[in-house]
């Protein structure tokens, strides 16, 4: 069983968020929690555009309903249990703070509201980033792990947990030297107490290649049905410079993402 975290948005991404968390759930039981959310900016001073801000606020909370109603009839028709919540607010900060009782938080891997990395840097459960506008998600697909012994890639693996042991057996890729401190030798470890198959592998860079391009090669290799990875684990203004690896696989995957920082 698991229980899901929707991110509700009327953009081009909804549908395949939608059908990784109906997926999700009838590959392994659980409930979908949908969170819809009105962001709602401070009044301004003036009454002439306090007025019209009035009326704008009716006017999304109209269209916030409709939304409602046609993403209501799909849930229902797929026999899924969920429930829906609309909150008023800033949306990664919702969907964070909804987040803590939750096993996974479902958003766009492109163009995502709130944008990935505002929720994968401060959530308790790892984001499912998900690419639009097929999902390609097969939840009973061996999952892959990008291993590099980081804390972040520790940190995903133990939000995977409760997947894993649906997409048996989970295949663990390491670029270039193994970590010494964290191997994956202990990953694997990590896993069989958990009575989950997996296997290890190592790949040498390519540098001519980005490491995002090699991981995404390796489980296309294996048809791995998600990729489990830290987020965001280095400098952020080297990131910003740079780009990143995670940045380089959201644009890039074509299965999910399992996303923790």
């Known amino acids: 069983m698991i229980s899901v975290i929707l991110n509700i948005v009327p953009d081009e991404g909804h ?9 999700l759930v009838e590959s392994q039981g659980g409930h979908i929690t949908c969170v819809q ?39 229902e028709a797929s026999g899924a249990e969920w429930s829906w919540h609309r909150f008023y607010g800033d949306a990664a900060t919702i969907l964070i703070d909804r987040a803590r009782l939750a096993d996974v938080v479902i958003l766009s891997a492109k163009d ?3 944008p ?21 998600f097969i939840p009973d697909r061996p999952a892959l792990i990008a291993w590099n012994g980081s804390s972040p890639a520790a940190d995903a693996v ?9 997409m048996e057996p989970v295949q663990i890729l390491s670029i270039d030297d193994d970590n010494e401190a964290f191997p994956a030798s202990l990953v694997q470890q990590y896993l ?24 995404i090669e390796q489980s296309e290799e294996l048809g791995s049905g998600m990729i489990v990875a830290g987020a965001f684990g280095h400098n952020r203004l080297r990131e910003m410079l ?8 959201l644009k890039k995957s074509p299965v ?3 996303l923790a920082h």
């Open 242 to 249: 740079l780009g990143s690896v995670t940045r380089e696989l």
């Open 37 to 75: 959310t009105i962001t709602v900016l401070p009044a301004p001073p003036d009454p002439a555009v306090a007025g019209s801000e009035v009326e704008g606020l009716i006017e999304m909370e109209q269209v916030a309903k409709e939304f409602q109603e046609s993403v209501e009839a799909t849930l």
């Open 15 to 23: 549908e395949s968020r939608l059908q990784a968390a109906l997926a």
């Open 158 to 166: 133990r939000g995977a947990m409760p997947m894993l042991d649906h």
């Open 116 to 136: 990935v990395s505002s929720v994968t840097l401060h959530s308790r459960a790892p984001v499912l980033a998900v690419p639009n506008p097929e999902p390609n």
């Open 256 to 258: 999910p993402l399992l």
């Open 192 to 215: 069989y107490q958990h009575s989950i198959r997996s296997d290890a592998h190592l790949r040498p860079s390519d540098p001519e290649k980005h490491v995002a391009d090699a991981i």
């Open 112 to 114: 995502s509201w709130p």
